[in-house]
Structures are given as C-alpha cells and as structure tokens.
C-alpha cells in the first residue's frame, strides 16, 4: 500500500524542508535513456497512484518522459498524524489549504505520473501546516 516510502526518490527528507527530487529523477530518466534501466523498472506505479492519477490527478503539459505518449498528471499526498497511514490523497486545492492551517505538521508529497506506462517520481516534498495555534488575544507584539 501506498507510504512516503514507495515513493521513488524518498530518502533523505528532512521535516519542515521543502525537498525538491528534480535531480534524482533526471538521473533516473538518464539512466533509462542510457539504456541501464528497463522501463519495467521505472514504470512501475502502485496502482492506487495510477487511480488517483486517472480519476483527480492534475494534468500537465509536461510529456511523459519515458513513453512520450501522455501528458503527466500530477497527485499530492499528505502525510501526518490522524490521516491514513496510506496518506490523504488531496485532490482541491482547499483541502490543502485547510490541512495547512492546523497546528500539527504535515508532509505533502507531490508525485507525477503517467497513466500510459506507469512512469511515476516524487517531485517535491513540502511541509504543510505546523502553524502555532491562535490566541484569542492577537496584539502580543514580538
Ligand atoms: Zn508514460
């Protein structure tokens, strides 16, 4: 089942970072290209990933890298206490933003993918929520 874990190129994501995953996925598609990865090895999507993809995904106008057939689509995933270990599939902008205005902290993962051959790469990790909860009194200065 889906966790931070299955996405290609989680790793070395620290908490409250925005990590970006552009650079591990041009090595990725790189070395497909070159010929030292299948693409059975690159193009292998949780299929839970290609239904949120298929169904809510946001559409790009990126190319797929690897099959050059479709267009990728984008699916965000948040990550953080009293949410499915699976994670929450966010599919409106809204519900984003409701998660990031609560106190605990969350993890957003934004992950492409291709519906055509399966192609999928975490693209960016974002902190989400981990505002100080509001006090009714407001004027506290510094
Ligand atoms: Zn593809």
């Not at 998660?99 to 051959?117: K, T």
Request: charge should be positive; include cysteine.
């Amino acid at each position: 089942m889906p966790s931070p874990g299955q996405f290609r190129g989680t790793g070395n994501a620290r908490a409250g970072a925005v990590v970006d995953h552009r650079l591990s996925r041009r090595a990725l598609i790189n070395e497909y290209r070159r010929g030292r990865l299948r693409q059975d090895q690159v193009c292998d999507a949780h299929p839970e990933l290609i239904r949120a993809a298929t169904n809510i995904g946001e559409q790009t106008t990126s190319k797929c890298p690897i099959c050059d057939t479709k267009n990728l689509r984008l699916v965000t995933y948040v990550f953080g206490p009293r949410l499915s270990p699976q994670g929450k599939v966010v599919s409106e902008k809204r519900d984003l933003a409701q998660l990031d205005g609560r106190s605990d902290d969350y993890s957003a993962y934004i992950v492409e993918a291709c519906i055509a051959c399966r192609w999928h790469h975490l693209l960016r990790v974002l902190p989400v929520g981990g505002k100080p909860a509001r006090r009714a009194t407001g004027s506290g200065g510094k």
